[in-house]
Each structure stands twice: as structure tokens, then as C-alpha cells.
């Protein structure tokens, strides 16, 4: 069946992908809660998401990175709780991508190994990195990609929302062009 889940809100430019970790408990459940809290937590917080596009200053995008954030982070321990009160849920999660697009920046809160691609000029760039042990495993150097291959496990998540009380979330902001396209 499918965990998958993904949210539009075109009146906020608030998109979000959740991969619920298959093989888990209620993966689906988890994703689904994660995409709705996030929006409503940055659904809250609508007038400084306009005060943001009518100013454009570094603490701002700093506000909205926070926001986002905060939005992924309750998902997480709302979703903790759940699998907390119930045995059927314990230790169900979702890998996360949310994109919200203000003026003319775009901000990205990611968790997992879901991605997050720009296409600028027809080129196609990512802007998320996967948060997986062979990922892991590659940036510190400890293994060569050949002997990465032959892993079992390789492609373990090492975040994921709801697993634990809280995450590591990394967030990103950036310019946008017109024609910009996000995958």
C-alpha cells in the first residue's frame, strides 16, 4: 500500500512531500499527520509570511527558516506521541520535503532521504542532500562507493520525522528566477 503523501496549498506556495518509511508501522499515518501539521503551523503564522514579502531582510528569511523548522519539528513529536500511545504505531515516521515560496525566495525544510531538485536555465540541480547511511558513509570517507554497493542496509535512512521525540531538520533559502521548476 501506498505511505505516501504530499500536500498543494497554492494560496500559501506551500508544497510538501512525506515518504512514510515503508516496512514501518503506519507509515502512512505518519506521513499524512506530518504533511498537515506543517501546514498548519506555517498556516498560523500567515501575516509574517506577508510582513516577509512586503520586506526583504536577513532576519527575515531567518523568521522563515525558523518557522519551518518549528513546523517539522511539532509534526515530529506529534507524530512520536501517536506511535507513543499506541503499540500497532511505535515507531512509525516519514521522511519530509517541504518548499514554501515567498516574493521571490524559496525556502526548504528537509529531512530524509527525499529530494529536492531546482531546474534553472535547463539545468537541474539538487538542493537537498539524503540523509542515509550510504550518504553518510560516502561523506566521511569510510567507504569506497564499490565496497557501498555491496552493503546491506545501504539505503537506511539515518532521520526521519516521528521516530524520535525531535529531529535534525536542515533548511535552505534561495533566490528564485522566473522559469525556475522544482522537482
Same mark, same amino acid.
Given at each position: 500500500?501506498?505511505?505516501?503523501?504530499?500536500?498543494?496549498?497554492?494560496?500559501l506556495?506551500?508544497?510538501?512531500?512525506?515518504?512514510?518509511?515503508?516496512?514501518?508501522?503506519?507509515?502512512?499515518?505518519?506521513? $499524512?499527520?506530518? !504533511?498537515?501539521?506543517?501546514?498548519?503551523?506555517?498556516?498560523?503564522?500567515?501575516?509574517?509570511?506577508?510582513?516577509?514579502?512586503?520586506?526583504?531582510?536577513?532576519?527575515?528569511?531567518?523568521?522563515?527558516?525558523?518557522?519551518?523548522?518549528?513546523?517539522?519539528?511539532?509534526?515530529?513529536? !506529534?507524530?512520536?506521541?501517536?506511535? $507513543?500511545?499506541?503499540?500497532?504505531?511505535?515507531?512509525?515516521?516519514?521522511?519530509?520535503?517541504?518548499? *514554501? *515560496?515567498?516574493?521571490?525566495?524559496?525556502?526548504?525544510?528537509?529531512?530524509?532521504?527525499?529530494?529536492?531538485?531546482?531546474?534553472?536555465?535547463?539545468? *537541474?540541480? $539538487?538542493?537537498?542532500?539524503?540523509? !542515509?547511511?550510504?550518504?553518510?558513509?560516502?561523506?566521511?570517507?569510510?567507504? !569506497?562507493?564499490? $565496497?557501498?554497493?555491496?552493503?546491506?542496509?545501504?539505503?537506511?535512512i539515518?532521520?526521519?520525522?516521528?521516530?524520535?521525540?525531535?529531529?535534525?531538520?536542515?533548511t535552505?533559502?534561495?533566490? *528564485?528566477?522566473?522559469?525556475?521548476?522544482?522537482?
Amino acid at each position: 500500500h501506498n505511505e505516501d503523501s504530499f500536500l498543494v496549498d497554492a494560496n500559501l506556495q506551500l508544497f510538501v512531500v512525506a515518504d512514510g518509511m515503508g516496512g514501518h508501522a503506519a507509515g502512512e499515518v505518519a506521513s $499524512q499527520n506530518a !504533511s498537515r501539521i506543517v501546514r498548519e503551523v506555517i498556516l498560523r503564522e500567515k501575516d509574517a509570511l506577508d510582513n516577509f514579502c512586503e520586506s526583504d531582510g536577513g532576519e527575515g528569511r531567518q523568521a522563515i527558516l525558523r518557522l519551518l523548522e518549528s513546523s517539522v519539528q511539532q509534526a515530529c513529536s !506529534s507524530i512520536y506521541g501517536m506511535g $507513543q500511545a499506541d503499540d500497532a504505531k511505535r515507531g512509525m515516521g516519514t521522511t519530509l520535503d517541504a518548499l *514554501l *515560496l515567498l516574493g521571490n525566495r524559496g525556502f526548504i525544510a528537509h529531512v530524509g532521504d527525499s529530494r529536492v531538485y531546482l531546474q534553472r536555465q535547463g539545468v *537541474l540541480h $539538487q538542493l537537498t542532500e539524503d540523509h !542515509s547511511l550510504m550518504n553518510e558513509l560516502r561523506k566521511r570517507g569510510r567507504l !569506497s562507493d564499490e $565496497q557501498i554497493a555491496g552493503l546491506q542496509n545501504k539505503n537506511a535512512i539515518t532521520r526521519a520525522v516521528g521516530v524520535y521525540e525531535s529531529v535534525d531538520v536542515d533548511t535552505l533559502d534561495f533566490d *528564485l528566477l522566473n522559469g525556475d521548476r522544482f522537482l
